[in-house]
């Protein structure tokens, strides 16, 4: 299937803020750029912005979402699914060609419905009243490219938008200067998880930060004194504000034009709104990102200058300012939790590295009083085997493993569905990617089979022709 000529061929979002910040070949059109006003206006008569904030299908649970993406698959058994029968039966042999490994650390109930969590996660724990646990989710491919794909998108064999995207599409965004969803160190070479695909190139993820197998290159450059490295391009080192503006209306004359002439040419309306956008960011973001702006007892909640908490602990603090501002969908990754070996010393890092900043950053968006209508959704893109790799790691899982919601409207203190005894299998309330997909954009106010966009002669959906809410959840 070719992939339509529009903004997501022609333009990658970094090269729209090149173009914009480099100078255009410094053009000296003063003269023409000066009728460019009344071709905005006229433009604007005929046309709403394509990022306006729109009414959902129904009421609403949620305005905003934050995605918490643990990179690599994490262990369920360990973490967030209790199995004292295979603690019982540990080194007998498994399903694979190891044996059973039982989970090294302890689990306690927690809040006043008795999750079980993991001494890994004392902080994270402390919030369990405002947790709603997946203990049944599947997916199809136990391989990370494909199951990461079909985390974002629902479809792990073509290219299509992903969830982000498709809940701006749906709902617009809050902040005319801020891009409306923004992906917060993604890792390297997967801009599919947080691109258009065949919607308008507005509605894909801005990129911030770069990834790195300790969660993300972002402290210290980022989210500090050194700020301005925030996100490429966002200063023009060689012409002002009003020397940008006089350039950028003569820009958007031609483009006016060009869409006068055509009356329906989406790629074009998709770089007019991708240009102003870039222009207005540049005033906006930098102090966004500048979080020296936070009190001590703030950073200190999120772990910031904690040691191995320190990074995520940033991108946690900067995902509540993004929402605060009105950015609609802020996706946090963070990884290496592929653990095939060496489980106790490397799971035991990767839990350091978030339990204080997403305790921080719930407790954080609860006594502001937006966790009632921010979804925070935490998954990777698989679980692991209960039976041992390689002696002391545990091997991919696909067909069972644990994600969790907090805020949003679902029901905290609650845990939903579950593996069999050993953790192998989910076999109570199954939760399929499709039926994860449905149930974020239900909890948004959006109808999973309402919400489509017609290309190459039929309608898609992000949950294509699957997909079940699961209601029981839903506070």
Known sequence: MNEPRNVTNLFSRRQLLQTVSSGFGYLAFSGLAATASAAERRFEEKSTNPLASRKPHFEAKAKRVIFLCMRGGPSHVDTFDYKPQLAADN?????????????????????KGGLWISELLPNIASMADEMCLLRGMQTDLPVHPRAMTALHTGNTQFVRPSLGAWTLYGLGTENESMPGFI??????????????????????????????????QFGGQFGGARNSGTVPDIKNPVLGSRSQRQQLDFIQQLNVEKLRRDESQPAVEGIIESYELAFRMQGVMPELMDLEKENEAT?????????????????????????????????????????????????ANSCQQIDKPIAGLLQDLKQRGLLEDTLVIWSGEFGRTPDA??????DHNNKGFTSWMAGGG?????????????????????????????????????????L????????????????????????
């Open 452 to 475: 489509t966009y017609r290309y190459a002669g039929r309608d898609f959906r992000l949950t294509d022709v699957h997909g079940n809410v699961l209601t029981d959840i839903v506070a």
């Open 299 to 347: 950073k200190a909640l999120y772990g910031i200058g904690d040691g191995q908490s320190d990074q995520f602990g940033r991108q946690c603090l900067l995902a509540r300012r993004l929402v605060e501002s009105g950015v609609r969908f802020v996706e946090v990754s963070n990884g290496n939790w592929d653990h095939h070996q060496n489980l106790q010393t490397q799971l």
């Open 91 to 111: 080194g007998k042999p498994g399903r694979r060609r190891g044996n059973l490994l039982g989970s090294p650390w302890t689990f306690e109930q927690h809040g």
């Open 389 to 394: 790799q390689n002696g002391n790691g545990r």
């Open 410 to 450: 679902v029901k905290g203190g609650f845990s939903y569905g579950g593996t069999d005894e050993h953790g192998y299998e989910a076999v109570d309330g199954i939760c399929h990617t499709h039926d994860w997909h449905a149930t974020i954009l239900h909890l948004l106010g959006l109808d999973h089979t309402q």
């Open 183 to 216: 992906s917060l160190s993604p890792d390297a070479g997967t801009a599919q998880n947080y691109g258009s695909a065949f919607l308008p190139a507005v509605y894909g993820g801005t990129p911030v930060g770069r990834s790195g197998r300790g969660g993300g």
